[in-house]
């Protein structure tokens, strides 16, 4: 194991020296021998490769898949009956699934390698008083590291010396604004984003300067214990699968009980020999697998990718397509996910009251408003003021770039930059007109930054801009609408920071002080009092106007939405209350879930759908907790720390523009826009798919009862010829049926589709409406297809090998009138949509009715096939035929109809 601490002591909790002694270091750094020495000790400051099937074993662990057991006992049976065309259709199916995946298993492997390559491959460090560039590797307990802006930090440290340090945490705590660093200590229990004295490794350095005492490496750090969950979770199949297991041994069983059956039957009661006998139970166990089921499914599931594709969802693991559509509590992370990730300012408070400024993230477009009515910037002094000084006293730049909007620097001087925009200011004019000649920086330490300009008759100002708190106590006097100063009254701004700060914004004081002409040079002693408060602003990183109505469509369909953030309880409060997640006043906390049982959470994750201050074991523990209810969860993430949640769901979804590649590559699918809206577009895709998959058993099935019921039949009945033969039955199960389900992939969404509630997880996907439905119609296909045999049987003119083509034909015919009956389930398919609402339907029937052409009057195929040809008069009792199985199905749909629905709305049979 590579990489450690001495011990696993809690070093946000020690105060920095404590924490240097503990260490056995010091501020000049370890020596080169001591570094050799603890190297041995704890190994390498890297993460440990895991260990990987090779290509081979990963190659044949595909066929570890029920599906392709069908396909294999297919291939076999087709071999045996000495059909090698069949055989190699059917393995060149198995290859082809076998090879998707083989390419899908090992694009989900690279999840922990985008964690390694997260890692800062340089350090620079003390060693024995002397400044060093080293490999960060070589990085061990106890090295002071030399931490500066645009460093991405190279191990886990305490920090014992910083100087307005922020550093961004997005990827472990999921908060939109870098942090502050201090080098004070913390309470024990203080979550990731609360520990100021910490820097952890593969965060980044967006601001000032620090120096700190490794801590921890490697496995030991904050993202090797992700990296060490992410091993650990494990990754659980898709609901389909899980059915189609079940699925697939029950009908097995079935098929070899049903066999052995007619095998008794004809050996024991109507005289067949040995040879015919095994025959027969091996034709029927043909006619009773559904051979092009699996292809179906893979095909239908391959078309919805490419749908999804198309509306910004890329699906990585094909059976996730489904699972979408069995969804029934999606938890999504706030940052990013239901927000923007661009801060803005939504409220500014001056002394005459609040002003609300509407637009969001950073594109400068936005109006203000106060009491409901719009004003102009251009003519309120004080509010131009306010804004200037915010966009003065300001070291980041906001750039745009084909029509996108972004900021360098802290993003809380990006919404101040977008907000003096907003105001119709033009940055460059200002600053030529108020150049700026000095400046003090922001520091954690006093909490504010400060900047000296001239404007071009020689009057000095100072602008400041910092913690209200602390504005308030440098502050004499506030300014007024009319532009005169007057006694500040800080119970009024005490006031106006609750009431910001309620509504989960982040709260920023600006000021302004006159200063001599002459006056070059700043110090803290001149702005230390003497300020006029110009107002305040409340930042806030606003949700997407598009993740509202996503989460109200969410909740029209029956699926829960649940915010599991990073972010602070009121924050978390305010934007689920906006985005209609939760009630506004609930959330539960990561340090009160820590103190729950497993039964305490049960019931309370019922109550809450606000989940702040979460750890990644939160989220994990949240995403078991519902799992274990037999709710199919999805999680959305964009960081490291969402990274074991979403291998855990069942459908992970990352962002895919702010995403990092760790929540990419853990994940089932990803979200090309970074939009919420994007999953309920998928939602309502796997639901359709799932719709279009019942369709296509509900098709199959029946073809693959008709076909082993008319043998079974002609066993009970002891007929001297079976009325269809395997290899027969092959050709159907592989080219007609498979030609005519296929359409029914590309069959649209139902149109209450987003208006029911989820379907049962433990629902089996043969309810006992599709078994009778399979039956009932299989009957009816039976009938057909045998009282055309037996039709042809009978007429003296027709040999055995035409009467096989009128029963082939018949049921042929059944599936093509069948299949507009089944695109509808209960819905009548009376009705002009029934037959033009899928032109495909159309196109499969004509490819069909050629192959069946050539399947019944081309010599070669007659030779191949066992068929004979058809007279007029029997086509037109196989078209009878499909009218009447047509006529049929729709007076039982009609039936269930008046049992099912009330109105417009039809219960789910």
């Not at 080169?32 to 260990?51: C, D, I, M, T, W």
């Not at 809380?412 to 977008?418: H, P, S």
């Not at 009057?857 to 066992?866: E, T, V």
Request: net charge negative; charged share 20%; hydrophobic share 45%.
């Amino acid at each position: 194991m590579s990489g450690r601490t001495s011990d696993t002591m809690n070093w946000h909790a020690l105060e920095a020296d404590v924490a240097m002694e503990q260490l056995k270091s010091r501020p000049e750094g370890l020596t080169p021998e001591e570094v050799q020495e603890r190297l041995k000790e704890y190994g390498p400051n890297s993460l440990p490769a895991p260990l990987k099937k090779s290509a081979l074993m990963r190659f044949l662990s595909q066929l570890h898949n029920v599906l392709i057991y069908l396909l294999l006992v297919a291939a076999v049976v087709t071999a045996f009956l000495g059909e090698w065309v069949d055989t190699g259709v059917i393995l060149g199916v198995v290859i082809i699934n076998t090879f998707i995946g083989f390419i899908q298993e090992g694009k989900a492997e690279k999840a922990l390698d985008a964690i390694r390559n997260m890692l800062s491959p340089q350090a620079l460090v003390l060693r024995d008083g002397k400044q060093l560039q080293v490999a960060a590797d070589t990085l061990v307990p106890g090295d002071v590291v030399i931490l500066q802006s645009g460093d991405k930090v190279p191990a886990d440290v305490r920090i014992f010396r910083a100087r307005d340090l922020r550093i961004d945490e997005a990827m472990l705590t999921g908060e939109s604004v870098p942090a502050e660093k201090y080098t004070t200590a913390v309470p024990e229990d203080a979550p990731i984003g609360d520990r100021k004295g910490m820097a952890y490794s593969g965060t980044l350095v967006t601001y000032g300067q620090a120096r700190g005492v490794v801590s921890g490496t490697g496995v030991a750090t904050e993202i090797g214990r992700i990296n060490a969950m992410l091993t650990e979770v494990e990754a659980i199949t898709t609901p389909l699968l899980r059915k189609m297991d079940h699925f697939g041994r029950i009908l097995t069983m079935a098929i070899l009980l049903l066999a052995a059956f007619s095998f008794t039957i004809g050996l024991l009661f109507q005289g067949y020999n040995l040879v015919e006998n095994l025959l027969a139970a091996v034709s029927l166990a043909v006619a009773a697998i559904p051979e092009g089921l699996p292809a179906i499914m893979t095909i239908t599931l391959a078309l919805g990718v490419q749908r999804m594709a198309r509306r910004n969802s890329i699906i990585r693991q094909l059976p996730a397509v489904e699972t979408l559509g069995s969804v029934t509590v999606i938890c999504s992370d706030k940052t990013g996910t239901l927000t923007r990730n661009e801060m803005t300012v939504t409220t500014i408070a001056t002394a005459d009251g609040l002003i609300e400024v509407d637009g969001v993230g950073y594109q400068p477009v936005g109006n203000f408003h106060r009491n409901g009515e719009r004003i102009e910037a251009d003519t309120d002094t004080l509010l131009r003021h306010l804004c200037r000084v915010g966009l003065l006293c300001n070291d980041s730049v906001l750039s745009q770039s084909e029509n996108e909007w972004t900021i360098q620097g802290d993003p809380t001087e990006g919404a101040l930059i977008t907000l003096a925009l907003k105001a119709g200011m033009d940055r460059r004019q200002e600053q030529g007109k108020y150049p700026r000649d000095d400046s003090i920086p922001f520091e954690s330490d006093h909490r504010f930054m400060a900047t000296l300009h001239h404007d071009h008759n020689g009057k000095g100002f100072a602008f400041v801009k910092g913690a209200p708190e602390r504005l308030l106590e440098m502050c004499e006097q506030q300014r007024t609408q009319d532009g005169s100063n007057v006694s500040l009254e800080k119970a009024y701004w005490q006031e106006c920071i609750q009431q910001i700060a309620s509504q989960g914004q982040r709260t920023l004081a600006l000021a302004c002080k006159p200063m001599p002409a002459q006056q070059t040079e700043l110090s803290f002693d001149d702005v230390q009092s003497g300020l006029v408060l110009l107002g305040m602003v409340g930042i806030i990183d606003p949700p997407r106007t598009e993740a509202i109505e996503g989460i109200r469509q969410c909740l029209s369909a029956g699926i829960r939405v649940k915010m599991i953030t990073g972010d602070h309880a009121l924050t978390a409060r305010a934007i689920g209350k906006e985005l209609g997640i939760g009630d506004g006043t609930t959330a539960l906390t990561g340090s009160e879930l820590e103190t729950m049982d497993d039964e305490e959470l049960m019931r309370r994750i019922d109550e809450v759908d606000i989940f702040a201050r979460s750890s990644p074991e939160h989220k994990l523990r949240l995403v078991k907790a519902l799992q274990s209810q037999g709710n199919i969860v999805a999680m959305t993430g964009d960081g490291v720390n969402d990274a074991p949640a979403l291998k855990r769901a069942d459908v992970g979804v990352a962002m895919g523009i702010k995403g990092t590649e760790v929540s990419k590559e853990a994940s089932k699918m990803v979200l090309a826009d970074d939009n919420f809206a994007s999953i309920v577009a998928a939602v309502k895709e796997g639901r359709t798919i799932y719709d279009n998959l019942k369709k296509a058993i509900l098709f199959i099935l029946p073809t693959n009862g008709g076909q082993a019921g008319a043998i079974l039949v002609a066993i009970l009945l002891g007929m001297a010829a079976m009325p269809i033969t395997p290899v027969q039955i092959l050709w159907v199960n592989m080219v007609t049926a498979v030609t005519l389900a296929l359409v029914l992939a590309f069959d649209p969404s139902e149109r209450n589709v987003m208006n029911r509630p989820p379907r049962d997880p433990g629902e089996p996907i043969l309810s006992p409406f599709l078994i009778w439905r399979i039956a009932f119609v299989s009957l009816i296909l039976v009938i057909g297809s045998l009282s055309m045999f037996q039709w042809g049987l009978d007429n003296k003119h027709m040999s055995l090998e035409s009467a096989r083509s009128a029963a082939i034909n018949g049921l042929v015919v059944g599936q093509i009138f069948y299949l507009f009956s089944v695109r509808r389930i209960i819905d009548t398919s009376f009705s002009p949509l029934a037959f033009t609402g899928n032109i495909y339907a159309w196109i499969a029937i004509g490819v069909v009715i050629v192959l069946q052409g050539l399947f019944t009057y081309f010599p070669p195929m007659q030779q191949l096939f066992g068929t004979g040809p058809l007279d007029l008069t029997a086509w037109l009792r196989i078209i009878w035929i499909g009218v009447a199985i047509f006529l049929v199905v729709e007076v039982e749909k009609f039936v269930w109809r008046r049992r099912l629905c009330r109105g417009d709305q039809c219960e789910q049979p």
